[in-house]
């Protein structure tokens, strides 16, 4: 990877909402934790996402960000094959803390069941994204008032 003139990794670790393409074409917008060089996205059976990377697991995934009052304009592409692998509350906890909070008192009960509930019982997986390619792009420019 070319250096994009930002720091990737500190981008990565910001809670912003990636969108992951499949086959079909079929684009979504994902929460995702990003760890040991992989994406991670929470996925299960009652997700169409999970049965698409079963199908195919090709997939592509963008996280941008576009600040127009700084001129900010930040963007990661990853593609590669996706895997489904088991669900660990540990990574569940760290990811969904990152978009909700550290005090799971406030968070809709929804998520608190990923932590608690049996992942085997749910069928609650991890898609793991490895990436084979990631790009990194610095579009940002000056605003002027």
């Known amino acids: 990877?070319?250096?994009?003139?930002?720091?990737?990794?500190?981008?990565?670790?910001?809670?912003?909402?990636?969108?992951?393409?499949?086959?079909?074409?079929?684009?979504?917008?994902?929460?995702?934790?990003?760890?040991?060089?992989?994406?991670?996205?929470?996925?299960?059976?009652?997700?169409?996402?999970?049965?698409?990377?079963?199908?195919?697991?090709?997939?592509?995934?963008?996280?941008?960000?576009?600040?127009?009052?700084?001129?900010?304009?930040?963007?990661?592409?990853?593609?590669?094959?996706a895997e489904l692998v088991p669900f660990d509350v540990p990574r569940g906890r760290r990811k969904l803390a990152r978009y909700l909070g550290a005090d799971e008192a406030l968070w809709d009960e929804r998520f608190v069941h990923y932590l608690h509930d049996d992942p085997g019982e749910r069928g609650t997986m991890w898609l793991r994204l490895v990436p084979a390619s990631l790009t990194a792009t610095d579009l940002s420019y000056s605003v002027t008032s």
């Open 1 to 81: 990877m070319e250096s994009p003139g930002f720091d990737v990794q500190a981008f990565l670790q910001q809670p912003l909402t990636a969108r992951i393409a499949t086959s079909g074409p079929t684009v979504r917008p994902v929460w995702f934790l990003w760890e040991e060089g992989a994406f991670w996205i929470l996925t299960g059976p009652w997700a169409r996402l999970f049965d698409r990377v079963k199908d195919d697991p090709s997939v592509a995934l963008t996280v941008d960000e576009c600040d127009l009052t700084t001129g900010r304009v930040q963007q990661v592409i990853a593609r590669g094959q």
